[in-house]
């Protein structure tokens, strides 16, 4: 297929048939969608998220033994727990590892790399892709604020002529607001490497979530997922895309009560910013575990109006594949 030859260098990198990506999702990410994923040619990335760090070894060791194929762990590097779990992770032997939140130090990568893993990390813009080349990172995943869940500020479209028109020295993955073959198709001829998804993934059989996430999803248009405003830079937080409801207001006055607590000198910045992460942490566990779609954390990119109805995930990553192949000859046809 003509696809084959746009997928090489991504599925060289990553190991698997498809350089597809399922992005990692705390308290979505688990093994049982792991598996799923990988046993469909698919790569999937473990959620460190703020896991306590007995249970992410936990996780870790399960996806060692039970996945024939590659897969990521990410650590999110603002989160109160990165440090043991980094600690953790130098002791395995995992295939990939993917820095998430912040941008990792070149000693950081440098640790990583150590146990044998390739590392990815993110590229906000052209200057931190450069930076993080030259601290001898493997790959680059530019996720645009399209996205859900924590995101950055910058629109794929822009990201796409920031970087990946500029940087060729390692494999650079792309996300953000992506849930076709078709886009996948396009992205693929600019340069991509492959494309990460999420949202999509979530709409799986094997997804399991709560069945009354999943109905939010189907019913959600693009424009019902919001990004989070930051109140003030004394309070630096990650801005957090997700369906809005009472849970997205209620992360509004969390933020006005923790800088007004700041202003009384009653908190540290540290603390406030984890009281932050814990908000999100929680409220995103009420939501996808126990099924609360008012007050819980409704995180989902854009895309989110591009699904609704669930499939197996055999049947999801067939159908993106096929796709971009039709566009693929679609596109080979105007050239010629």
């Known amino acids: 297929m003509l696809i084959d030859r746009f997928f090489k260098r991504g599925s060289d990198y990553l190991g698997v048939k498809y350089p597809i990506l399922c992005g990692a999702m705390t308290w979505v990410s688990d093994f049982g969608l792991a598996k799923a994923v990988s046993e469909s040619g698919g790569f999937p990335i473990l959620a460190g998220g703020n896991m306590p760090p007995d249970l992410f070894e936990k996780e870790v060791d399960q ?41 990792p130090r070149r000693k950081e990568i440098e640790n990583a790399k150590k146990t044998g893993a390739k590392v990815m990390s993110f590229a906000p813009e052209e200057s931190i ?33 920031q970087v990946l028109f500029n940087f060729d020295q390692v494999p650079v993955f792309v996300a953000g607001g992506l849930a076709t073959g078709k886009i996948m198709a396009h992205l693929l001829t600019m340069g991509a490497a492959g494309c990460q998804m999420g949202t999509r993934f979530v709409m799986t059989e094997e997804c399991n979530v709560h069945p009354a996430f999943k109905k939010v999803f189907q019913k959600s248009k693009a424009r019902h997922a919001i990004s989070t405003p930051q109140y003030d830079s004394k309070l630096p937080v990650v801005a957090v895309r997700a369906i809005k409801n009472n849970g997205m207001e209620g992360f509004g006055k969390l933020q006005l009560d923790l800088l007004n607590q700041l202003k009384a000198g009653s908190i540290t910045r540290e603390k406030a910013q984890y009281e932050v992460e814990n908000y999100w942490m ?54 010629s």
Do not use: C
């Open 63 to 103: 996806w060692t033994t039970g996945l024939k194929h590659p897969f990521a762990v990410n650590l999110i590097t603002i989160s109160p727990n990165y440090r043991p779990q980094q600690e953790i992770l130098e002791t395995k032997k995992v295939p990939h590892i993917v820095f998430a939140g912040g941008f």
């Open 129 to 161: 892709a450069r930076q993080q080349i030259s601290f001898g990172i493997d790959g680059l995943i530019l996720e645009g604020s399209e996205a859900g869940g924590h995101i950055g500020h910058v629109s794929l479209t822009i990201l796409l002529q």
């Open 282 to 335: 929680g409220s995103l566990r009420n939501a996808v575990v126990d099924g609360d779609i008012e007050g819980g954390s409704l995180m989902a990119g854009q895309s989110v109006g591009l699904v609704h109805k669930i499939q197996p995930m055999n049947e999801v990553m067939q159908e993106l594949v096929q796709d971009a192949e039709k566009e693929l000859q679609k596109v080979k046809e105007k050239l």
